[in-house]
């Protein structure tokens, strides 16, 4: 299974971007996803994950109300729509998939509960 993630982009704070993450070689209705970001010299951070047992999705605090998590499995595809965009949401954005057993809440913002990484996108807000 891959993943690809793409758009990523500059904005300016308050504004929006929606990224998507596509699936290949695998059923990805079956997946509990994730997105995390990463910000230069921080650790990689959880923002979102869905678990696919239960349909739940649990947010980052601070992106409640912003950030909105969905999928289209027709697609294979996972989106991220992101709005009032912050500075402090500038990071490297990545989707995550964890294909094993039922996942724990605790685990589900774990990163290193995942097992299939996309690539990375890069947002840019600017203040």
């Known amino acids: 299974v891959q993943l690809q993630a793409s758009g990523g982009g500059l904005v300016q704070a308050g504004g929006s971007l929606r990224l998507s993450c596509a699936a290949s070689?695998?059923?990805?209705?079956?997946?509990?996803m994730g997105w995390f970001r990463q910000a230069p010299g921080n650790e990689r951070e959880f923002v979102v994950g869905?678990?696919?047992?239960?349909?739940?999705?649990y947010y980052l605090e601070s992106v409640k109300g912003r950030f909105t998590i969905s999928r289209d499995n027709a697609k294979n595809t996972v989106y991220l729509q992101m709005n009032s965009l912050k500075p402090e949401d500038t990071a490297v954005y990545y989707c995550?998939?964890?294909?094993?057993?039922?996942?724990?809440?605790?685990?589900?913002?774990?990163?290193?509960?995942?097992?299939?990484w996309g690539q990375g996108t890069l947002v840019t807000v600017s203040s």
């Open positions: 995550a998939a964890h294909t094993g057993g039922r996942i724990i809440t605790s685990s589900l913002r774990n990163p290193s509960a995942y097992n299939i």
């Open positions: 869905f678990r696919r047992s239960d349909s739940r999705t």
């Open positions: 070689g695998g059923t990805f209705s079956s997946f509990d």
